[in-house]
């Protein structure tokens, strides 16, 4: 309620009440400057952004998620939201390394042998799945557009051709 107001009136719009409030004497330290809210929802968000990057990088933990992610991407989230929930469930376990890959299955202790069944040459990890398998060069050639690929170039990988790569390999059927 505003001040010097003992009620107002339930269909006055937003515009008449901010009206009404210009005309109002200012309670406060001087000088008084106003300030829309647009800068401080803008500040609030570059806060927030900044906040969130520096608990990311600062936390214990999460190899797999750091190796693909540089951070707390929106574009990406916007992305995932999207996704049926089979696709979400491999692309968040490619970048997370919580996928039925042999290395995860091995760390919870459903597998006995890490290395992938596909070459047998490494632990079959989501870079080795998606960068290194030789078994799978050609799936990854006719995606990728590349034999073999570095961990820099599968992090530029855009998330909707790792699920493409991920359907094309059958690996998750």
Known sequence: MLPGHSDVAGN?????????????EFIGPEPVIGITTMPVHTEVRTWTTKQHLQLWKSTV??????????GPDKQLARY???????DLRIL???????????R?????????????????????TPYHFLG?????????????????MELEELRKVKPVTLLRFARTSKRFS
């Open 80 to 86: 995932t939201l999207r996704l049926k929930r089979q």
């Open 61 to 70: 933990g999460c190899r797999q998620g750091k190796m693909f992610l540089h």
């Open 132 to 148: 290194k398998c030789c078994a799978r060069m050609i799936v990854r050639y006719s995606i990728f557009g590349a034999y073999l």
């Open 104 to 124: 995860h299955l091995t760390v919870k202790k459903l597998r006995a042998d890490p290395l992938c069944t596909a070459c047998g040459e490494e632990d079959e």
């Open 12 to 24: 006055e719009t937003a515009d008449q009440l901010a009206k009404q409030a210009a005309y109002l």
């Open 92 to 102: 968040v376990g490619l970048l997370t390394g919580h996928i039925a890959l042999n």
